[in-house]
């Protein structure tokens, strides 16, 4: 039997996911997305195309690989539809690739609202994506959310009925001054567009478990497109700063029923930097023009929201937390050609909170608001790096940083970015 490689982010997301899986499903047969919905936004830029992937998983760009949207997905299908009518116009074979879980949690309209009067209505704002994630997730654990396969239910639409009624009067109670619930949530337009979606995307749902554990007796192999991130994690994230699933390994597992030992390699993905999009603790967080430096040079700007993200240094007492929670084998580090290009590199390699230096990170509020970054310096200008194509040509300053991260954390760096392009990375 195969073994299963997981892509997951070690901290705020959008580390450059999109970009290793595009380049591990050259050679797999299947790619997963098992967490989240389309909070998420990949970028991979294909024969100068540039795809955003919100919901589809990045693997289908090989042109062979089937993408899997897992049982643990909140699934928006008006989202989808577009996604996949935007890869059939880029000439994609999406009816042969795509598969969808009949599990998978379906996003309805009022979910979005909800999101955004629950945002509205907070105190301390999460700076939600405003996807509906969060009220999607809450229905699913509540037990009443749609799954894909109810919508071809004979009491599908006396469901949906039941549950677009319920959410008005809550939308309402979080933000009264919203006076147009109703219009919104009209239920004869939202069923008919839901009727509608459940047509076109039934050539699509299947028993995904199945698919997997056949392609794994077949020794196919299989890879698993993380989303999101470690902190942004329901468990192990900055609480209640993050998403609204588990981003680590564990949600990798109950949401595509992969088993704990059919896991094979476990990358990690990181920028040579940190950013974080939202609000939150942000320990490496520069607030000075050399964050503004970073994020223009590394275009900063978010994927799904086009919010300008927050840069920082990168963090190693974060990164080694995040090896421990997922069991990563290997890393991936990304951006090393926009870090290359300041002056001076820093790297946190501790934590000084109240007067005592600590390499272990916890995701306590008060710990984390409390932490000072202790940093390592390092000689950048590392020059036009684009055309590396092995870890030796890279500048030896270069190769000090990387080599330094693979010493502290103690697992291999075995992708290096050194550019957006597909090709451009290095692999060891
Ligand atoms: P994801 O959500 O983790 O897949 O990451 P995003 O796609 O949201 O953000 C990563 C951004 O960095 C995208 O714009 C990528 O095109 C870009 N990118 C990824 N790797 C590199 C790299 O090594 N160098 C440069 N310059 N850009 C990169
Ligand atoms: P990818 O897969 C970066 C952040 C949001 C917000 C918090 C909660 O591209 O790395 P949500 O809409 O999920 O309820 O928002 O999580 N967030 C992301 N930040 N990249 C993502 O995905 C994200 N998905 C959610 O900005 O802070
Ligand atoms: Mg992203």
Redesign the pocket.
């Known amino acids: 039997m195969s073994k299963v490689d997981v892509v997951i ?1 070690c901290f705020y ?7 290793v899986i595009d380049y591990l499903s050259a050679d797999a047969d299947i790619a997963v997305r098992a967490t989240g919905g389309d909070n ?6 294909v024969d100068g195309v ?1 795809y ?1 992937m919100h919901l589809v998983p ?1 693997g289908l760009l090989s042109g062979h690989t089937i993408g899997v949207i897992g049982n643990g997905v909140v699934l928006n299908p008006a989202v989808l539809l577009e996604e996949i009518a935007n890869l059939k116009s880029h000439g994609y074979d999406v009816e042969t690739y795509l598969k969808i879980s009949e599990k998978a949690q379906v996003i309805l309209p009022y979910h979005r609202l909800l999101d955004a009067a629950l945002e509205k209505a907070r105190t301390y704002k999460i700076g939600t994506t405003g996807r509906g994630i969060g009220p999607a997730y809450c229905d699913k654990y509540e037990r009443c959310g749609l799954r894909m396969e109810d919508l071809y239910d004979p009491d599908f639409k006396e469901k949906l009925q039941a549950l677009v009624e319920s959410r008005k009067a809550l939308i309402a109670f979080y933000d009264p001054e919203n006076t147009s619930v109703e219009a919104d949530l009209d239920f004869d337009t939202v069923y008919q567009n839901y009727s509608s979606y459940a047509e076109q995307l039934k050539p699509y749902i299947c028993d995904t478990v199945t698919l997997i554990h056949r392609a794994l007796e077949q020794d196919q192999k299989i890879v698993v497109e993380g ?1 999101q ?1 470690t902190l942004l994690d329901i468990d192990f994230g900055s609480y209640p700063y993050v998403t609204s699933s588990n981003p680590t390994i564990g949600g990798i597992l109950s949401g595509s029923g992969i088993s704990a030992g059919d896991i094979g390699d476990v990358y990690g ?1 990181i ?1 040579a930097y940190s950013s974080r999009v939202g609000k939150g603790p942000y320990v490496t967080e520069l607030t000075d023009e050399t964050g503004d430096r970073i994020r223009e040079l ?2 900063e700007y ?2 799904t929201t086009g919010r300008p993200r927050r840069c920082g240094w990168l963090d190693l007492v974060t990164l080694k937390y995040a090896k421990r929670v997922n069991g990563l084998t290997a890393l991936s580090v ?5 870090v290359g290009k300041l002056d001076t590199i820093r790297v946190c390699v501790a934590y000084e909170v109240n007067g005592e230096r600590t390499e272990d990170f916890t995701t306590n509020l008060r710990f984390l608001n409390n932490a000072k970054p202790v940093y390592k310096d390092f000689e950048g200008n590392f020059g036009d790096i684009s055309g590396c194509t092995t870890f030796e040509e890279l500048p030896k300053k270069a190769q000090e940083y990387i080599r330094f991260i693979e010493k502290y954390i103690g697992i291999p760096v075995k992708f290096i ?4 392009e597909r090709e ?2 290095i692999i060891r």
């Open positions: 982010g997301g959008d580390e450059g996911k999109g970009k998420a936004g990949h970028t991979i830029k540039k955003a990045s989303a991130a993905v920028k590394g275009h978010g994927t990304n951006h090393l050609d926009t970015g050194t550019g957006a451009a990375m």
